[in-house]
């Protein structure tokens, strides 16, 4: 729980309440400091005084609330002197808070008030871990992945029909591992770039979705490994339609490829999760991806 107070005995009383209650504490003592605490620490809420210096309670939630790398799930209780005026409380509330307290406090009251917000924070969390969709994108989550490619692989094997896993990383998006990049704070971005420009490149059996790591991941039923490269052909001329009609535009929408592909799926019938891990391995073997955009699993050395 992050807690932003300038005065010391206020901030130190609440502490102590809140740590007797189980919480673990981070202090802040100014707006400015508010702010860099919660987007580094993400916590799992935030107890704001409106009379800080700098950017008081109020106008830190309302950055908070308008930023897209902060989660909108987390409570935020704004705290301010008695009386309160009535439009700084309707300012509060607009500004996103979950609740409006003056001092002295009832820390028995926002405890419990505190316990509420939290276990509707994580029953909306537990229902997004089971979402099928995932909203910023409009593709499939890894769970959406796994269930479509539990049915898709099953047709395919029972059929002898051709498939193709392919994993995709968008340019901009950094790589899990990467040295100059050591952080993914960019995925999603990176992600709704390319799709914008991508879309109509698919097939309608065609089936894209995130993977566990923020990649993109492409299931492609009867597809065999000439039909990879028509695909990834025709999302090259998409993206290049699509910069030479907004030349302006950005990020960029390029990508590089990892896929693997057999004319019968039958003969070699594997479990999803071995696609796209042979997929995505082929990926991260792609060593200049100015030249080489695309590298086939099977074209790997054998280990």
Same mark, same amino acid.
Request: hydrophobic letters at 45%; glycine letters at 8%.
């Given at each position: ?14 502490? #102590? ?231 302006? #535009? ?54």
């Amino acid at each position: 729980m992050l807690v932003a107070t300038e005065g010391e005995w206020a901030g130190r009383s609440l502490e #102590s309440v809140l740590v007797a209650n189980g919480y673990a504490v981070l202090r802040a003592a100014d707006g400015e400091d508010a702010l860099a605490l919660a987007r580094r620490y993400q916590p799992d809420g935030l107890i704001l005084d409106d009379h800080m210096s700098g950017y008081g309670g109020i106008e830190v939630c309302r950055i908070l609330r308008d930023d897209p790398g902060f989660d909108p799930a987390t409570p935020i209780v704004i705290t301010a002197p008695s009386p309160a005026q009535h439009s700084v409380r309707t300012a509060a509330y607009d500004a996103g808070a979950w609740e409006f307290c003056t001092h002295p406090l009832e820390a028995d009251t926002l405890v419990l008030k505190l316990g509420t917000f939290l276990r509707a924070k994580r029953a909306l969390a537990d229902a997004r871990s089971q979402s099928l969709i995932d909203v910023p994108t409009g593709v499939l989550t890894p769970l959406g992945m796994e269930r479509i490619a539990e049915q898709l692989v099953a047709r395919a094997s029972r059929n002898h029909e051709p498939f193709a896993c392919i994993v995709l990383m968008p340019s901009g998006q950094r790589q899990v591992g990467d040295a100059a990049s050591p952080e993914i704070d960019n995925i999603t971005e990176a992600v709704a770039a390319f799709l914008q420009v991508s879309r109509d490149a698919f097939r309608r059996s065609d089936i894209v979705g995130r993977m566990s790591d923020g990649r993109l991941a492409l299931l492609a039923p009867d597809t065999d490994s000439a039909g990879v490269d028509g695909m990834l052909a025709r999302l090259r001329s998409a993206i290049a339609d699509a910069a030479h009609s907004r030349p302006d #535009s950005s990020p960029s929408a390029d990508f590089k490829a990892g896929y693997w592909a057999v004319p019968d799926f039958g003969s070699t019938p594997l479990e999803p999760a071995e696609l796209m891990r042979r997929a995505a391995r082929a990926l991260d073997h792609i060593s200049n991806p100015g030249k080489e955009f695309s590298m086939n699993f099977d074209q790997l050395p054998v280990s």
